[in-house]
């Protein structure tokens, strides 16, 4: 493509085309004005340019892409309003760098302010918009990258460089603010012909073989792991490799995946400290932190190996946990030759092998047993409780459904309960901070429009989320996704601390919890019916199924559709 013939708003469109990018979605503000001149601009293709997306608010448009990258794979882009854009958008930015999700995140902004020839940007631009340094610099903490392209002669291979990195391990977020006057202007340069995405890198040979003699070794080995189930492959590799050592696999209540069958008998749940203390390897592949605290674990005597990569979490201040063996690789791939190997010194059928499987298989069956007994006995509480409404979920859940997660205090019911979800059919849409699941919810639908999509939300995450821009997106586009909120009329996240650090203070004593309740809880399933959608009030524990039914029919039909389960009150 020669970019000397075209303007630095249609490079940027078919830049992004020609290195993989089909989505963007945006929250874009004036200065994208010549991308919109030539977004409507006919192509010879439908492929020649990104499809585009408006997303309404800059949260919505960047955890958007979160949920476009997780569930496709694909790298997608953002376009946001120079600063104030781009502050709106740091939260979930920051939770992408965290999560190393890949995308590309563009702001404008005006570097001349109306000085040069050409189009005047307006006088807002030096009033109330500039900042020292511009978007890049304020959101460099959030991102793997940032740059603002200071000429036009590094336009175009810039574009190309940040779809690069984007893609580089460890992935993650990259961001790019491109001045205003360089969208109207010729190219005076080409980018190069060729911008390859780099391949990911399995783990060294000879740290696999290591890995495999340590597990083939090992008498007691256990796996923990946080992310696997990020790619849908390797969930498939770890059951073999779990099925073959007779070791159990234990997720975290922070697990943003299914990383493991839910419903295998080899899970071992979303506590791993139970099963540490006797083991004499852990085995922790796509684990950012396994249990807490780092020196509680392992036990005496045993080592730990860790694969992935971003293996020491190089985005964290501390980390502190043992590693005897650091592998840094993509993990399917190197999953699938550290299996060959295994395979190599590790016989199918060994009794002692067998035998620790029934034992871990025992236990664990007890165990969730023991979860569907305590959910089924809160079916008959009125006002509802977590556990009843998250088994109900579970019984007329679709096979291709896919959920998104954005609770706190309702997140172990959830995991524990949802057992039928298969690998890429659960994504986190929480990373410290909440405000993004119903923006990620939309991304998964986005990347996956015949499926069903299910946004589970506390009513406090409910309103950090931008909802009116979330639920009109979802109207304009015809992305209909179901909400089922958590409603316990407050923040028992925030309440259960003083109980914690202040057993005998002055709150728990009165009763008097600051700044921990949403009363009085406003007609939520209303917001619904505002969009053109289903909204239900569901307060009786009988009512719960058939609601999240009429729910699912309600999506089905092309509609929206919001449950407000009435939980018991944080006190």
């Given at each position: 493509m020669d970019a000397r013939t075209l303007t630095g708003a249609e490079s940027f469109l078919r830049l992004l085309a020609a290195m993989g990018v089909d989505r963007i979605f945006a929250s874009p503000g004036s200065e994208w004005a010549p991308v919109w001149e030539h977004l409507a601009k006919p192509y010879a293709s439908d492929g020649s340019i990104p499809a585009y997306f408006s997303a309404r608010h800059e949260e919505i448009a960047v955890a958007m892409a979160s949920g476009y990258a997780k569930s496709s794979g694909k790298l997608p882009a953002v376009m946001i309003h120079t600063t104030v854009g781009s502050l709106h958008g740091t939260m979930a930015m920051r939770g992408a760098l965290h999560e190393n999700v890949p995308m590309v995140v563009f702001s404008g902004e005006s570097i001349a302010f109306g000085e040069d020839e050409g189009p005047d940007p307006g006088p807002q631009w030096l009033r109330s918009l500039a900042d020292i340094g511009g978007p890049a610099r304020l959101v460099e903490h959030c991102v793997k990258w940032s740059f603002g392209v200071n000429a036009k002669s590094v336009?175009?291979?810039?574009?190309?460089?940040?779809c690069q990195l984007a893609m580089a391990a460890p992935r993650g977020p990259?961001?790019?603010?491109?001045?205003?006057?360089?969208?109207?202007?010729?190219?005076?340069?080409?980018?190069?012909?060729?911008?390859?995405?780099?391949l990911r890198a399995t783990a060294e040979a000879r740290g696999i073989e290591q890995l495999a003699d340590m597990l083939a070794?090992?008498?007691?080995?256990?796996i923990v792991t946080e992310r696997c189930g990020q790619s849908v492959g390797a969930v498939s590799l770890l059951v073999e490799l779990a099925q073959l050592l007779g070791a159990p696999v234990a997720e975290t209540r922070s697990a943003t995946f299914v990383n493991f069958p839910r419903d295998h008998p080899l899970h071992a749940g979303f506590d791993p400290l139970p099963i540490l203390h006797d083991a004499d390897l852990v085995f922790m592949p796509?684990?950012?932190?396994?249990?807490?605290?780092?020196?509680?674990a392992p036990g005496p005597g045993a080592k730990v190996a860790v694969l992935d990569e971003n293996p020491l979490r190089i985005e964290k201040p501390v980390w502190g946990?043992?590693?005897?063996?650091?592998?840094?690789?993509?993990?399917?791939?190197?999953?699938?030759?550290?299996?060959?190997?295994v395979k190599k010194r590790v016989r199918p059928g060994d009794a002692a092998r067998a035998r620790s499987a029934e034992r871990w298989t025992a236990r664990n069956m007890a165990r969730r047993k023991a979860w569907t007994e305590e959910a089924i006995g809160e079916g008959k509480s009125k006002p509802l409780d977590t556990g009843w409404v998250v088994h109900e979920l579970n019984q007329v859940l679709p096979p291709d459904v896919m959920i998104v997660d954005e609770t706190i205090t309702h997140r172990e019911a959830i995991i524990q309960g949802l057992d039928r979800l298969a690998a890429g059919a659960y994504y986190g849409g929480f990373i410290g901070g909440l405000g993004t699941g119903i923006g990620t919810a939309l991304g998964v639908k986005?990347?996956?429009?015949?499926?069903?999509?299910?946004?589970?939300?506390?009513?406090?995450?409910?309103?950090?989320?931008?909802?009116?821009?979330?639920l009109g997106f979802a109207q304009e586009y015809g992305m209909p996704i179901m909400i089922i909120l958590f409603n316990n009329h407050g923040y028992l996240s925030q309440q259960s601390e003083l109980p914690k650090?202040?057993?005998?203070?002055?709150?728990?004593?009165?009763?008097?919890?600051?700044?921990?309740?949403?009363?009085?809880?406003?007609d939520y399933a209303a917001l619904a019916r505002v969009f053109d959608g289903y909204g239900e009030k569901v307060e009786a524990p009988g009512e719960v199924r058939a609601a999240i039914e009429r729910g699912l029919k309600a999506i089905g039909s092309g509609k929206l559709a919001l449950i407000d389960m009435r939980l018991v009150p944080v006190p």
């Open positions: 336009f175009p291979s810039t574009i190309q460089r940040a990259v961001f790019v603010s491109l001045p205003m006057e360089y969208l109207f202007d010729l190219m005076p340069t080409c980018a190069p012909a060729a911008a390859a995405i780099p070794a090992a008498k007691q080995p256990v796509a684990t950012v932190a396994p249990w807490h605290p780092a020196s509680a946990y043992q590693v005897d063996l650091c592998l840094a690789g993509e993990v399917a791939g190197s999953l699938e030759l550290l299996l060959e190997q986005a990347a996956n429009p015949g499926r069903p999509v299910i946004a589970l939300i506390g009513d406090g995450a409910f309103h950090y989320n931008p909802v009116p821009a979330g650090y202040y057993p005998q203070g002055f709150a728990v004593r009165a009763g008097k919890f600051a700044g921990t309740s949403i009363t009085p809880s406003p």
